[in-house]
């Protein structure tokens, strides 16, 4: 085996997976697309001690933290994972590399409309907890869920739901108004819970099993991260689509120590 661990997926759950690992003297490779979910917002926020960080600097920062104490990342694309008598081999665009086991930490996609990628993560976002703070007291628009709008009052009383967004006003690079049918909203933020899909094809491919979460179908782990294929953990949102960047870190932490845990009673090879 090239590797004891191969990561697959750089983002808070394998980073954090990873820095545990490396320290824990495993042979460690991470694989990652670079592309976490809230690469779109400029800053991250509930993230103690880091509130207000760049998302990316985060990472930069994990990166080097795993690199320091001999951890491999690459950035690459994963492009299937295979079973092999004693582990894994994982695909990679350029080369296939091996491992005893393999950890799922590829995220999710938010599927946001055309119309509104250009400002997700600015002033059109799902997560409240994660923005609603910087719109506080503005003129907030909430699409779809009557539910939503209890709270996202917490933010501002001036919340406004409407069943469509069918286009949006831009000015000075920022939202001025949101067209629902026939009228105009006058609106500073939209919030707007855009459908979800875990990055889970190569985890079904090996036969993962998922559960029903509020999100639909996510592949299914117990607390410690281990799927219900031996050798195959997951960790973050690819198995958890509720789960914020500092609770996807200390999913992969979890992860990490069960895994170690598990090579330890796992035979050696040679
Ligand atoms: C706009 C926005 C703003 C947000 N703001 C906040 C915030 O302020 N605070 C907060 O706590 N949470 C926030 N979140 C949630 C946050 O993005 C997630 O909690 C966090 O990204 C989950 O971390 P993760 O490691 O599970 O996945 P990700 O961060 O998405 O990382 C997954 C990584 O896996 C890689 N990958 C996927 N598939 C492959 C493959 N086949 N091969 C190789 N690599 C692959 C991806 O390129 C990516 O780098 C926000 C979300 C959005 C959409």
Redesign the pocket.
Known sequence: MDYEVVI????????SAALMLTRARRSVLV????????E??A?????LSRDGFS?LEL?KHGRAEVEGYGGEIVT????SVSRLADGFAVELDTRTVTGRVVLF????V?EVPELLRER??RDV???P???GYEVRDQKLVVFGEEKKVALVRQWSADVTLVPSVDDTEVADDRLVAVISGDRRHPADALVYSAPVKP?DE?LLALGAETEETIAGPFVRTDKFGRTSVPGVYA????TDPS???????A??AQAAGMINMDLLSAPREG
Request: some cysteine; aromatic content about 8%.
């Open positions: 697959i997926g750089g983002g808070a759950a394998g980073l694989v990652d697309g670079g592309k976490p979910r809230n779109p917002a800053h991250m926020h509930n993230y998302p990472l690459a694309e994963v492009r930490a590829t995220g999710l938010d997700w993560g976002f799902g997560c907890y994660c923005h990055r190569h960790a973050g949102n690819v789960a914020i960047v500092i609770v996807a870190a999913q992969g």
